[in-house]
């Protein structure tokens, strides 16, 4: 069923509000199971804040997130946006958009490169359905 443009807007800051959001990357869909997460990039503390959302019911990172991973990461295509640094329930996930909300692809060089997930990369989205 549907959910209107108001419930969209209260279920988008619901995840925003939640607090102690942790972002995850994962090489496909994870899904609500938490599939599919590159457990070498590890998870890093997310601000997803009530000042990110916007009236399409979407919130994204304003600031570039920053991984020190353990081992080299290619191809992380998807995010999960994750309740605490380890374990921890999936909130939202989709995938890494570029500037334009095309699909984006994060991947290192070498393991001394920092993986950077540009700002705005991280879209959480709850359609209306209208």
Do not use: Y
């Not at 509000?17 to 890093?44: F, Q, W, Y």
């Not at 919130?59 to 353990?70: H, S």
């Not at 700002?119 to 709850?126: L, N, P």
């Amino acid at each position: 069923m549907p959910i209107s443009a108001a419930e969209q807007n209260r279920a988008v800051l619901a995840i925003a509000t939640a607090g102690g959001d942790h972002l995850a990357l994962a090489s496909d869909d994870p899904t609500e199971a938490g599939n599919n997460l590159i457990a070498a990039a590890g998870r890093v503390e997310i601000n997803l804040g009530r000042e990110n959302a916007d009236p399409a019911g979407e919130i994204k990172n304003l600031a570039q997130v920053d991984f020190a991973p353990t081992a080299l990461v290619e191809n992380a295509t998807h995010f999960a946006i994750m309740s605490a640094a380890n374990g921890g329930a999936v909130r939202a996930w989709g995938k890494l958009v570029d500037d334009a909300g095309d699909d984006a692809t994060i991947s290192q060089a070498t393991t001394d490169d920092i993986l950077r997930v540009p700002a705005g990369a991280v879209v959480v989205s709850i359609p209306s359905g209208a």
